[in-house]
């Protein structure tokens, strides 16, 4: 990832709209599926600046952070959250079977080798255990930001399915979020694709769809219409969003 756009993730995770409802929404259905369970020890890979931990540290009993930046893992550390990682997702430095939850939290599309990373997970997973997986949705949306936090791909629920299905993992859900406010989500993404063909740019490190600046009550009522979501997500699967939310289970 860019170190704007690292930048820009500390500055943002705790204020900005997308970041509040991607916990509210992940978190819900997490604990929605858990139902009680509490899971002993939790992997976050792909931590980064560990956004997701305070949350994970409230469902599980301990939790590792790992991403493959060192730089990233120092915020993490300043967060209190120790036995941080640096690992590749191709080989992950974790005994077979000694992990009841891993997280991956928009990790897998920065991945050449998505299938390689999910046969890594299936093995550190204990039998019972589970992975949760979270990706940007549809390829024809990729743009500029995709490009600056260096995505290799955008998914949709079949082939999310198929890479998961593939390792050896039973999908228990798999369900768009930001359903709400797809269809603006959508034509924003789909006008500036068009402008950006018509005038073409070289990449812009400096702008990503998190650089508009929002006054605070924005923020507030975005992040209530994305987590207005969550009492039917908890429920069902969705079948369109601007994003997917995955769990699966090892037998």
Known sequence: ????????FRELERTHWWFRGRRTVYFGILRRQLNGE???RILDLGCGLGGF???LSEIGERVYPSDISAESLIFCRERGHDGAVVSNGYKLPYANSSLDLVCLFDTIEHIPDDARVMQEVERILRPGGRVLITVPAYQFLYANNDRVAQHCRRYNRHNLRRVIEQAGIQVERN????????PLILSAVLCVKLIETIFPRKLDPEHTNL?????SF????????FAAELPFSRRFDWPVGHSICAIGRKP
């Open 211 to 215: 650089s508009w600046p929002l006054p």
């Open 175 to 182: 369900t768009h979020s930001n359903i709400f406010l797809f």
């Open 53 to 55: 931990l305070d949350g």
């Open 1 to 8: 990832m860019e170190a704007n756009a690292y930048r820009q």
């Open 218 to 225: 924005v923020h507030g009522v975005l992040h209530a219409i």
């Open 38 to 40: 509490r899971p002993r």
